[in-house]
């Protein structure tokens, strides 16, 4: 097998956040020695979730075996899952903003036709559901745990309890018009065709200050994991936690 160098446009603080938390854990559990140092296996772990390198060709790259990957990265991703923040402590920090957006997206998977409550008819594609909430300037704040594809926005939002945290915490959020029927909190758009003109410039206003919050969608499929996950559906929510934890870390 042919081995070439390659590159990670991750800032080297991801790497010295994940190098340090993989550290503690070897002192935690007294671990005398591993193949890799922690350095390198926060890279491996870095390489497949940013990359979306696979067990073979990150196997090849580092010199050990498959199995031994698949231990060290399910290994740093639930060290980095476990640190990412609860809806309730999320809402501390949205607390201090003027307002929120909401939105959702879809996580492609390979699953065949036969897995239907994983089947996205608005997509048309098998995937995961993610809802998120960021700041007035697109920055990802929280990321929900993934229900299967199936699963209508509103309804996931209810199920997370979101719409409930915000209207206890009282603030704006803004959202598309999937999110029709969450009450006073959640500001969405009109729908119809033939509006009235104040309606249609309302609509205007409105989707210019969601726009802002595609950004926390681009930052979520720029780790290339998340643009085609081949892991068990079990393992996407702990996946997005990590890398929501690692988004927060190089911030």
Same mark, same amino acid.
């Given at each position: 097998?042919? !081995? ?25 559990? &007294? ?89 996205? &008819? ?15 300037? &697109? ?27 915000? !209207?206890?915490? &009282? ?81």
């Amino acid at each position: 097998m042919l !081995v070439y160098p390659s590159s990670n446009d991750l800032s080297n603080r991801s790497l010295r956040f994940s190098t340090g938390q993989l550290a503690l854990r070897r002192r935690e559990i &007294g671990t005398r020695w591993r193949r890799l140092p922690a350095a390198r296996q926060a890279l491996l772990a870095l390489a497949h979730l940013r990359c979306g390198d696979t067990y073979a060709r990150l196997a090849a790259g580092f010199g050990i075996g498959i199995a031994t990957v698949y231990r060290y990265i399910r290994e740093a991703v639930d060290l980095l899952a476990a640190l990412a923040p609860t809806l309730t402590e999320a809402m501390e920090t949205i607390q201090e903003k003027a307002f929120v957006t909401l939105d959702g997206t879809l996580l492609p998977i390979d699953r065949i036709a036969a897995d239907t409550p994983h089947y996205s &008819g608005k997509h048309k594609r098998h995937g995961m559901n993610v809802q998120v909430l960021t700041d007035p300037f &697109g920055r990802l704040l929280w990321a929900s745990p993934a229900l299967p594809g199936s699963t209508h926005g509103l309804t996931a939002a209810r199920q997370h309890g979101i719409i409930d945290a915000l !209207v206890d915490a &009282g603030l704006s959020c803004w959202a598309d018009k999937a999110y029709q029927g969450t009450g006073e909190p959640v500001r969405v758009p009109f729908r119809g065709r033939r509006l009235k003109r104040w309606k249609r410039r309302h609509n205007t206003t409105h989707a210019k200050i969601r726009c802002v919050g595609e950004q926390a969608m681009a930052t979520l499929k720029g780790w290339r994991l998340l643009r085609k996950l081949r892991c068990s559906t079990n393992r996407i929510t702990d996946v997005v936690k990590a890398v929501l934890v690692l988004h927060h870390a190089s911030a």
